[in-house]
């Protein structure tokens, strides 16, 4: 079935530091790409997506590239924020035999903290 | 509208009752999933209904475990004779089918159920 494998955390960070948050992924077919937030206190929100090879979904100044060689899809924001401090959730949702019913596929989460 | 929401936020039970909960979907949204998240996992698939019609339920539902959609709108999902192990997150989510494409996944806050 399908999988996603995020990398382990936490990750705490300096603000204004790099950030990279590895994501892979198994699955049959052409998977739509996500990744998702959630906020202390929060209901999951959408960060991006990507729905097709060599996509980047971006937002917010996080960016990730939908790599189907690699079967990855890397987060990456290049100057955090305290307020970017949160737990970030890569996803998939599958389409194999072409139907999905957009039944999303979770990662384990990587808690992010950035400190002053 | 006011999003996807949850009721009630928190539920601690005694262990052999029953619970119910509630999930009120974005109205005109036509999809909505049932997901549970146990502390440092992401959220796994528990079941999916289009409209009224329940299209997918996953291993994880134990035949404890039933949810409803009358009426196409809100959802309910009942557990009975709870166990230690349903301490968890339910998380509920929508979105809207069209044949254009699919909205994203809108996500309430969830239910933390504590059973004791």
């Known amino acids: 079935g399908d999988s996603v494998t995020q990398m382990e955390g936490p990750v705490t960070l300096s603000e204004e530091a790099f950030l990279t948050i590895n994501c892979t992924y198994t699955?049959?077919?052409?998977?739509?790409l996500f990744w998702y937030v959630q906020y202390p206190g929060e209901g999951l929100q959408l960060l991006l997506k990507a729905t097709k090879a060599d996509d980047k979904g971006s937002n917010k100044g996080f960016e990730a590239t939908y790599r189907k060689e690699t079967t990855s899809f890397h987060l990456e924001k290049g100057s955090v924020q305290v307020s970017d401090s949160a737990v970030y959730f890569c996803a998939l949702i599958g389409n194999a035999g072409g139907t999905s019913y957009g039944k999303l596929t979770f990662g384990q989460g990587t808690i992010l903290t950035v400190h002053p | 509208d006011t999003g996807v929401s949850q009721n009630p936020r928190h539920k601690i039970t005694k262990r052999g009752q029953n619970v119910t909960f509630r999930c009120d979907p974005i109205s005109e949204h036509n999809r909505l999933y049932w997901y549970r998240q146990t502390l440092g996992q992401g959220p796994e698939f528990l079941t999916y209904f289009q409209n009224e019609a329940q299209l997918e339920k996953s291993r994880l539902l134990s035949d404890r475990f039933s949810a409803e959609r009358p009426k196409g709108s809100f959802s309910t999902l009942e557990i009975q004779r709870t166990e230690q192990g349903d301490s968890a997150m339910y998380l509920c989510?929508?979105?809207?089918?069209?044949?254009?494409?699919?909205?994203?996944?809108?996500f309430g806050q969830g239910t933390r159920l504590t059973v004791v």
């Open positions: 989510a929508s979105s809207l089918a069209e044949a254009r494409g699919d909205t994203e996944a809108f």
């Open positions: 699955a049959t077919g052409y998977p739509s």
